[in-house]
């Protein structure tokens, strides 16, 4: 009966006549929801969706813990033809006014312990409905899902009808709201699970947020159009990790989730039947990949994606996981490195913008038409922002943000280059190099850097260290030890956070 609805179909396809077949074991309860059980709440929370008058169309706007029954509002959204909008639970009252203003949401389901201060907001936004998902599953949201009985006629939806809509970090300017269609989650799902080898008899550590496409797109949508099952935590905490390795199959992580489970011990031991271990988000050193696998015989297998376009590229499933790229354009996924200015393609080995084209790619920023003009070509190509090159090999290595881009005395600086001879140095865990205003440079290079624990270092090391290793116009005019990163809940380092607190550092008044 989901036949009309493309993305539902595809959600739902590979367990029809497997109702008992695990999808979700609740990591801390040892619970298990049935795809039965799963998709007839998701068929009750559609029908109570409907009756609340969300139409085909309306956004469901969702600021809430990571729940079953979250899960059950985005299949629900699919069902009835509403817009999944998935908020991170730490956006402020703020933000929250901005989210809701520009997306306009016909329901708002929140935390019932933020309930009472954001019904001023949704009022004040003109959101004529407000529910509530508790961590515990309960809430006035999953009461009206209980009031309703299983089987709901799925609303027709075609591949080109919007499921969603991400907003982007808006680390620069506002945030922009993504608009995917059921054809660019869909037929990004069936890849992966393709290419990264996905069956019904995998089990997937859930250990990511939902209200990201790393969590809820890559992660959720895989395990459901391969009929696996997860092991779903609330969040990354190591113990339930490796509690959760013996009996399971793989794991999708930040850099964050394979750093901190390296320090912990019995590792590899835990490890021991798995076989795939994924990581994305934002970048991974080259020493983590090495340490993991020296830790557990396993490679991770890094990828790269970002809100607009789902991922990308991809390591190999089979083949060599280098150490320091993100692999291989993935089947249907165009890719190329061009020249920032020009637009024009660069040749190989050149460092440039990446530009990607495929069914994966979004349909445009909502409500802003000269912004998706600005950055989505007419030939369907997408201006990712992301700066790159591709290494003889083909294997695709990404430096930097085109934002983050320092020109320094007239010098193109790349950040990853700097900070790749950085983290090689003796002593330093990573870093993070940014660009700053200077008097007499326009910009100043300026690394932040991060020691490893238990290791003496030094500013004069690190430059000394430096020396031959880069041209003396790439060379940090200072080095700023520090205990840690500013990141955001995806593990990316917050380059603009930095900036904004160094940024004074050359000022002539300084």
């Known amino acids: 009966m989901y036949d009309a609805n493309y993305l539902a179909h595809r959600l739902r396809a590979a367990t029809l006549g497997r109702e008992a077949a695990p999808f979700l074991s609740h990591g801390l309860t040892d619970e298990v929801t049935s795809y039965g059980q799963f998709f007839a709440n998701a068929e009750r929370m559609a029908t109570a969706l409907r009756r609340m008058g969300v139409a085909p169309g309306d956004r469901v ?49 929140c935390d019932p312990s933020d309930h009472a201060a954001l019904q001023a907001l949704a009022a004040e936004c003109e959101v004529p409905r407000i529910r509530t998902i508790a961590s515990d599953e309960t809430g006035t949201l999953a009461d009206a899902r209980d009031a309703e009985v299983p089987g709901f006629d799925p609303v027709p939806r075609g591949a080109g009808d919007l499921a969603a809509i991400l907003y982007t970090s808006g680390t620069t300017g506002r ?25 019904d008899r995998d089990v997937l550590i859930h250990a990511l947020p939902i209200f990201h496409t790393h969590g809820l797109f890559v992660a959720t949508n895989i395990t459901l159009m391969a009929g696996g099952s997860c092991v779903f935590l609330p969040g990354f905490a190591e113990g339930p990790i490796l509690d959760a390795m013996p009996k399971a199959t793989a794991m999708m992580g930040v850099p964050t989730f394979y750093t901190r489970l390296l320090k912990q011990p019995g590792l590899g031991y835990a490890a021991r039947n798995m076989r795939l271990f994924i990581s994305g988000s934002a970048p991974l050193l080259a020493d983590t990949h090495h340490e993991w696998r020296k830790a557990t015989g396993h490679a991770i297998l890094e990828r790269y994606g970002m809100t607009e376009t789902n991922m990308n590229t991809s390591n190999p499933y089979d083949g060599e996981r280098r150490a320091g790229t993100v692999g291989f354009a993935l089947p249907g996924v165009e890719l190329k490195i061009c020249d920032p200015a020009t637009g024009q393609e660069l040749a190989q080995g050149e460092i440039g913008v990446l530009e990607v084209r495929g069914p994966n790619v979004f349909a445009g920023y909502w409500q802003m038409p000269e912004k998706t003009a600005e950055e989505l070509r007419a030939d369907g190509f997408f201006i990712t922002g992301d700066l790159g090159r591709i290494d003889a090999d083909g294997y695709v290595q990404i430096v930097g943000r085109s934002k983050d881009l320092i020109i320094s005395g007239g010098f193109n600086v790349y950040p990853k280059e700097v900070e790749a001879a950085i983290d090689d140095l003796p002593g330093v865990l990573e870093s993070a190099v940014i660009g700053v205003p200077h008097p007499d440079f326009g910009e100043a290079v300026v690394a932040v850097v991060v020691r490893q624990e238990g290791r003496s270092l030094k500013e004069a090391a690190i430059m000394a260290g430096l020396g031959d290793q880069l041209a003396r116009f790439k060379q940090p005019k200072q080095v700023i030890l520090s205990g840690d990163l500013p990141r955001n809940t995806m593990g990316k380092v917050q380059k603009s956070a930095l900036r904004d607190a160094h940024g004074a550092l050359f000022a002539r008044n300084a």
């Open 61 to 109: 706007a969702v600021q809430a813990p990571k729940t079953q029954t979250m899960l059950e509002l985005y299949v629900a959204c699919v069902l009835s033809g509403a817009v999944f909008l998935p908020l991170n639970p730490a956006y402020t009252g703020a933000e929250l006014r901005y989210f809701l203003s520009d997306a306009t949401p016909a329901l708002l389901v």
């Open 175 to 199: 945030s922009k709201g993504a608009m995917l269609t059921h054809r660019a989650l869909a037929s990004n799902a069936e890849t992966l699970r393709d290419y990264w080898q996905f069956t």
